[in-house]
């Protein structure tokens, strides 16, 4: 949940006692007398390590009393200037001061229109540094022109070092604009982050960018997101990352590469022992992507985390990542949001999720998960020993479904964070929940929406925003509540049934198996005496 939102005057007075971390001033219609007032406190404020300055229209007055500012001030290490109006000006004005500062380590410039200003944004980044201010690895690398001394490029190349992220999104580049960002990265050797999402790139544009891996040594986050790449655009940029032993995560979202470009990728990355992220969410693939992503997870030993979200999936697909799943012990993050799960789909899922020993977060968002499909849900949880976060947000969940789920969870002490946010929960559910949270000694989060109202002056919770999150109380459970919980676990074995409204929705075979379903608790081990059919398909 997002914290209360301060008032000007009282971050002012934080700042003045060096009592405030982040500063939140997007949207404020900063004029250059409030953007003065800032900048004389953030002079000698050592407090602020985050400033927001998004959504206002700063003048170049306003620029230059933040940009004086910077450079003397020496615990800011985040600013986020998405659509500030930056003029070529106010870019200029803004990276010649920066260079002198110390501890800046991420920059947001998206969503500024920055094709206007690639010149100096270009040569901001290839400037290497002096000679007197390089290490030795520093010098192997570098390539671009040593600036002169005093010059405004000298000044710049200072900048250049140990760089964490360069946010460049939404700024309309083109083809050009991207040859001159992959051209200047060529010689720097000090940015680890870069984000090109929306910028209109092309796979004309790529093709600049591939010579940009095969020499940065520095890049470990490339976010290439909606540059309409297409298939060819993923090949080019696969040749590269055989290639490349740096980059660590890999962004290609919403770029329709299909499964031709997946392929691509399963090729180039199925020896890789760098890339540890990689999502490919948006991009139409289907049962033949994902059979070639399969291939790539079985034997990959490297990748930690995977996005899939916003698919085709059709059940061959789900078969395919069920079986790459049984072979990978390495996944630790699954993002499968907005693919829709049918019964037997996610039967199919959940059945090699039992058994997975590192699998730590799983998101299911929007999927169509109902409260029949909990009983996998709940039996995958119930099994499972290493998953730490479960996203269910955006589901058919309703109260029948969350004490279905909450049957599994009487036996797992590993998930510490629950999300069941715009599901079809009422005040019951919302009350389950409460109860089985006050006694859990593991589970440390769960966000459900604002508006179901419970006791929350003893969990902590608060009415305000969107999504509450049930904190942790402090109260510790007795002898007498440890041997009601364990009563309640040797009476969990009656059938799970289901109101006529809801068989009657259903197809009749599917009824008749899930009555038959019993899930029982025996000895501390959760199981389910009847699989269903769904679960035979592997």
Not at 250 to 255: R, T, V
Not at 371 to 378: G, Q, T
Not at 506 to 513: H, M, N
């Amino acid at each position: 949940m997002a914290a209360l939102r301060l008032h000007i005057s009282e971050q002012w007075r934080r700042m003045e006692e060096n009592a405030i971390e982040s500063i939140d001033l997007h949207s404020r219609n900063l004029d250059a007398d409030q953007m003065g007032c800032f900048s004389q406190l953030l002079k000698t404020n050592s407090s602020v390590q985050h400033a927001d300055l998004s959504y206002n229209k700063l003048s170049v007055p306003a620029m230059k009393a933040f940009a004086a500012a910077l450079r003397v001030n020496s615990s800011l290490s985040s600013i986020n200037l998405e659509q500030t109006g930056m003029t070529a000006e106010n870019l200029r004005i803004l990276l010649y001061e920066t260079a002198s500062n110390c501890s800046l380590q991420k920059l947001d410039l998206s969503n500024n229109s920055l094709c206007h200003a690639v010149d100096a944004l270009t040569t901001a980044i290839s400037c290497r540094p002096p000679a007197t201010e390089q290490s030795a690895p520093e010098k192997k690398y570098a390539t671009g022109p040593t600036p002169r001394q005093g010059s405004f490029a000298y000044t710049l190349s200072i900048l250049n070092r140990d760089f964490e992220l360069l946010d460049l999104s939404y700024n309309s580049f083109g083809v050009k604009g991207t040859q001159q960002i992959a051209k200047a990265m060529e010689k720097n050797h000090c940015i680890k982050g870069l984000i090109l999402d929306e910028n209109e790139i092309g796979y004309d544009g790529v093709d600049s960018l591939r010579r940009m891996l095969v020499f940065n040594t520095s890049l470990t986050r490339l976010d290439l997101n909606a540059n309409d790449v297409g298939a060819t655009g993923a090949m080019i940029i696969c040749e590269s990352l055989s290639v490349n032993t740096t980059l660590k995560e890999l962004s290609f979202a919403g770029n329709n590469i299909g499964n031709e470009g997946t392929g691509f990728f399963a090729v180039a990355l199925k020896d890789s022992r760098s890339l540890v992220s990689l999502n490919l969410s948006e991009n139409g693939i289907s049962g033949d992507g994902m059979k070639a992503l399969a291939n790539f997870l079985r034997v990959n030993k490297v990748l930690k985390s995977i996005n899939l979200s916003d698919n085709q999936f059709d059940r061959e697909s789900y078969v395919y990542l069920a079986k790459s799943l049984k072979k990978n012990d390495t996944l630790e993050t699954i993002i499968l949001d907005k693919n829709i799960l049918e019964l037997a789909d996610l039967a199919v899922l959940c059945k090699p999720l039992k058994s997975r020993r590192r699998l730590k977060e799983l998101s299911l968002k929007a999927t169509g998960i109902d409260d029949i499909k909990m009983v996998f849900i709940s039996q995958m949880v119930a099994s499972n020993v290493s998953v730490r976060k479960l996203n269910l947000k955006g589901n058919l969940i309703s109260d029948k479904g969350i004490d279905i789920f909450l049957t599994g969870m009487k036996t797992n002490v590993f998930i510490n964070s629950l999300n069941v946010c715009k599901n079809l929960l009422s005040k019951a559910g919302a009350k389950s929940l409460e109860k089985f949270y006050r006694h859990s000694s593991t589970l440390n989060e769960v966000q459900i929406d604002a508006g179901l109202d419970f006791d929350r002056t003893k969990i902590g919770g608060r009415r305000t925003g969107v999504n509450v999150p049930l904190r942790r109380s402090k109260r510790r459970s007795s002898d007498s509540d440890a041997q009601k919980r364990s009563s309640e676990r040797t009476s969990q074995g009656a059938p799970i049934d289901l109101d006529e409204t809801m068989a009657g929705t259903l197809d009749p075979t599917v009824v008749r198996e899930y009555r038959r379903a019993s899930i029982s608790l025996d000895r501390g081990v959760y199981h389910s005496r009847r699989q269903t059919v769904a679960c035979s398909i592997l």
